[in-house]
């Protein structure tokens, strides 16, 4: 998969995965951009590593589903980390 075809998986994955998960995520597309490629590498080794799958194809419903996963694992874990914390106002 090229490079811009990743961005492209990252940043469709990144915004069903905010979604998905109820509550407000901030961030605008650069966020969403960021998320979603940072949860296609997760989802990718993951699955890899857990299922020997094969990552090489845009169109493929196995890439589409790890990508989203690991886009919904990264957004937790972010809502875990920076949900405790209070704004001054």
């Given at each position: ?38 949860g296609a590498i997760v989802g990718g080794w993951l ?43």
């Amino acid at each position: 998969m090229g490079f811009l075809a990743f961005l492209l998986l990252g940043l469709i994955a990144g915004a069903i995965a905010k979604a998905i998960l109820p509550g407000r995520q901030g961030g605008g597309w650069i966020a969403t951009l960021i998320l979603g490629v940072v949860g296609a590498i997760v989802g990718g080794w993951l699955g890899s590593l857990l299922f020997n799958a094969d990552l090489d194809r845009f169109w493929s419903l196995e890439s589409w589903l790890l990508a989203i996963g690991g886009s919904v694992l990264v957004l937790l874990v972010y809502g875990v980390l920076v949900g405790g914390r209070k704004r001054a106002e």
